[in-house]
């Protein structure tokens, strides 16, 4: 594992089993971060409102998904509370500012972080509304597969989620080398059960036979294994 501040921006990580990517913040203490590719595809609100503050993909966000990462080892205190403005696209500031824990880009800040994130090929939501106005208060911005924004209905049930999040710099994430190891690690663990669980079945006087047979079946795959491999290499030569 490694801290946070050790992972250059645009670098893959992975923290309460999700893969996020680190972008670009002016923050002497924390990170600002994004999951590499969208986690769920959700309504941004099911009622077709486009505030982000009434939000039923907010509800979620900060309530289902926050304890699932948390169940999954991240720590709550690792999270800073962090502000999105939530200006429309055409200017009207009717619904401010908010605080989240986990919330997903403005339009704003996908813009600036479009370079260092990777390209999702579905449509993803942003949080800013098309307009505060009551009479087309149901259209949200989001972000095509050709990385251009475009509107789309808040009850649109197709569009990807990218949870932002703002880390801690001295939290300790696993990196993609540190991801593939746990999981061999677990393999290796689970296939050990499954043998110690076949090994049950029979008397323990006869255990020790029977690893002898497997290791020699081992063996001979392997060696069966050899044999193809420069079978199909004595091939090639020949044509």
């Not at 590499?36 to 982000?52: G, V």
């Not at 009479?135 to 932002?164: K, S, W």
């Not at 008397?203 to 001979?220: D, M, R, S």
Request: hydrophobic share 40%; with cysteine.
């Amino acid at each position: 594992m490694k801290q946070l501040d050790k992972i250059k921006y645009g670098e893959r990580f992975f923290y309460g089993d999700v893969a996020w990517v680190r972008i670009p913040c002016c923050s002497s203490t924390g990170a600002l971060v994004i999951a590499e590719a969208p986690i769920f595809e959700w309504a941004f609100d099911i009622h077709n409102n486009n505030d982000w503050r009434n939000s039923s993909l907010r509800r979620e966000l900060n309530g289902t998904f926050l304890n699932s990462m948390i169940d999954n080892g991240a720590a709550a205190e690792a999270f800073f509370n962090f502000s999105s403005n939530l200006i429309a696209d055409d200017g009207t500031t009717d619904y401010g500012y908010v605080e989240d824990i986990v919330a997903i880009p403005s339009a704003e800040t996908y813009r600036i972080m479009r370079g260092e994130i990777p390209r999702y090929e579905g449509i993803w939501w942003t949080l800013t509304p098309t307009t505060c106005n009551i009479e087309n208060a149901q259209y949200v911005r989001a972000v095509m597969p050709d990385g251009t924004i475009t509107n789309r209905e808040a009850n649109f049930e197709m569009a990807g989620v990218r949870p932002v999040c703002f880390l801690r710099l001295d939290t300790l994430v696993y990196t993609e080398e540190e991801k593939k190891q746990g999981q061999r690690e677990q393999s290796v663990k689970e296939g050990a059960e499954a043998v110690i669980e076949t090994l049950e079945e029979y008397g323990t006087a006869l255990w020790a036979e029977i690893i002898v047979e497997v290791i020699k079946a081992i063996f001979a795959i392997k060696n069966d294994a050899k044999e193809l491999a420069q079978e199909i290499l004595d091939t090639r030569e020949e044509t």
